[in-house]
């Protein structure tokens, strides 16, 4: 497991703590510097297509923009009426979802969202028993004070319906705060150890030279210190220090390591610029066509996507695909190819997804069975079984190969793609 893989589980279990202790808060708000906010995200986000089961819980996420207390909740209610669509055309014999206009006086449109999802939630018995968590994240904030209005009357609908399964999720640095302390939420703090991170990716990076005597890893430990109490320019010193000492003892993936946790340095000081031509220097100095260099790309893209570069993100994950594939490193390729598809669930690129899902199958021919068992190949095939309900055939071939691979029982737990 590496060193954020690791992070993100202890994330995980803070998150289930924290949920399990506040069950009657409609609304959750996760708090911390700008990398752990950052992190909040990427673990929210890694809730949506994980393979091994996360309980009776789904996540929501929203990124559209807000653009006022009246119109914030008609765009929630269009990704509930789109879902609602789709199972419509791949299942039979669902309940009708019949949505009324309420009596009452409202503020804001909040309610436009909440009762149909409510009443969703009372239809199907996938969801009925389930905890559902929309995280809203807006890109752009047209009103702050429309939205803290928006926000207040989402949660007393849900305290008038008594209703703790269904949750709001925010994150916001700790010190700068979007949302005032009246709203009626639960603020955790999320804390990310910069200190032990740095010391779990050198320990992970370098296992020949594991040695705190050594001046690398002296100049990690250094920097981790010095990151860890915002002191951005120190660190950078020790970290370009340990680039120097890494290829004198000609150890490429100690010096590639190191310019990697400078990227990380430069993000959290908001040095974006600086971040990404280290990144560049990453991909001119990387052995080519090793490991290393697949997973340098995949990282770039993760950051690009933190940054809602989505194409330039895309381009990323496709050269590491590339290079996945060509080395024999399948089940790096598969999963390159996962998140390609899942970028492109979209109506103008719905058949790039299917085509980069599939390209997944192809992939997985060449992989040892034990392989197999490790990759996403479960959860993408899940996905294309629902593309292909429209065609017997190629659902047919679909579920005899998985079967073949994994037995009778080798379908998981998915959000349906938006497009079929």
């Not at 009657?24 to 911390?32: D, E, S, T």
């Not at 949506?48 to 807000?66: K, M, T, V």
């Not at 909440?114 to 807006?138: D, S």
Request: proline share 3%; net charge negative.
């Amino acid at each position: 497991m590496n060193p954020v893989d690791l992070e993100l589980v202890k994330l995980k279990r803070q998150w289930q703590k924290t949920v399990a202790k506040n069950q009657h808060v409609p609304m959750l708000i996760a708090v911390g510097e700008k990398h752990e906010t950052d992190l909040f995200d990427g673990f929210i986000k890694s809730r949506l297509s994980e393979d091994e089961d996360d309980g009776d819980a789904i996540f929501l996420i929203h990124y559209q923009e807000f653009n006022g207390m009246n119109s914030f909740g008609q765009t929630l209610f269009d990704d509930w009426k789109e879902y609602y669509e789709l199972l419509e055309k791949s299942e039979e014999n669902i309940p009708q979802w019949e949505i009324s206009d309420s009596d009452e006086q409202f503020k804001t449109d909040a309610y436009k969202a909440f009762y149909p999802l409510l009443e969703l939630k009372k239809k199907f018995p996938k969801i009925k028993n389930a905890g559902i968590f929309i995280y809203i994240a807006p890109l752009r904030i047209s009103d702050v004070k429309e939205l803290t209005v928006w926000i207040q009357e989402w949660c007393a609908l849900c305290e008038k319906s008594f209703c703790d399964d269904i949750k709001l999720v925010w994150a916001e640095h700790h010190t700068h705060k979007t949302l005032p302390e009246n709203i009626p939420a639960y603020r955790f703090r999320v804390e990310v150890d910069i200190h032990q991170l740095m010391q779990n990716t050198a320990a992970h990076t370098n296992r020949k030279k594991n040695s705190a005597d050594t001046d690398f890893q002296q100049q990690i430990l250094t920097a981790s210190n010095h990151l860890s109490k915002s002191r951005f320019t120190e660190a950078e010193f020790a970290l370009k220090n340990a680039v120097k000492l890494a290829r004198e003892q000609k150890n490429k993936q100690g010096e590639i390591s190191a310019y990697f946790m400078l990227t990380q340095a430069f993000i959290a000081d908001r040095k974006k610029e600086k971040a990404e031509d280290t990144f560049q220097t990453i991909f001119q100095e990387v052995d080519q066509d090793t490991p290393l260099q697949v997973q340098m790309y995949m990282n770039y893209g993760s950051y690009l996507l933190g940054n809602s570069k989505k194409t330039k993100a895309e381009t990323a994950f496709e050269k590491a695909a590339e290079v996945a594939e060509n080395i024999g490193e399948h089940a790096m390729a598969i999963e390159c190819y996962r998140i390609i598809g899942t970028l492109n669930d979209t109506l103008l690129s719905k058949e790039k997804m299917t085509k980069s899902f599939e390209r997944c199958l192809i992939i997985a021919e060449a992989m040892q069975p034990s392989a197999r068992e490790q990759s996403s190949l479960k959860f993408v095939a899940s996905v294309l079984d629902t593309k292909y309900s429209g065609d017997v055939e190629k659902r047919t071939k679909l579920n005899s190969i998985m079967k073949n691979y994994f037995g009778e029982d080798w379908k998981v737990s998915i959000e349906k793609p938006k497009y079929g």
